[in-house]
Nanobody
């Protein structure tokens, strides 16, 4: 079992930045690929990005590439999502999730956090 707790969401103006954190507890954090997803009101949960177990490989959705950066600190059992140049369409609840494999679909992630809300005002 892995417990995930996100933090760092809030209200930010267009063009601003936020850094989300996700702290894991339970099983060995470094065994898991970590993904970030988001869900806007009335929409399905969508892939934001993923990082491999060692933290040296990432992949992103086209909509956030070059604006968002995922990193991890295995010593702190934490994965981060740095979000720059935020747009109103980035408004959503953001979730971190843990998977035993490299994946971009929610169904392949076994463990999920409770989410943190990000609102970008225009």
């Amino acid at each position: 079992q892995v417990q995930l707790v996100e933090s760092g969401g809030g209200l930010v103006q267009t063009g601003g930045s936020l850094r989300l954190s996700c702290v894991a507890s339970g099983r060995t954090f470094s065994n898991y690929y970590m993904g970030w997803f988001r869900q806007a009101p009335g929409k399905e949960r969508e892939f934001v990005g993923v990082i491999n177990r060692s933290g040296d490989t990432t992949d992103y959705a086209a909509s956030v590439k070059a604006r968002f950066t995922i990193s991890r600190d295995n010593a702190k059992n934490t994965v981060y999502l740095q979000m720059n140049s935020l747009k109103p369409e980035d408004t959503a609840v953001y979730y971190c999730a843990a998977s035993l494999g490299w994946a971009a679909v929610p169904s392949l992630y076994r463990y999920w956090g409770q989410g943190t809300r990000v609102t970008v005002s225009s």
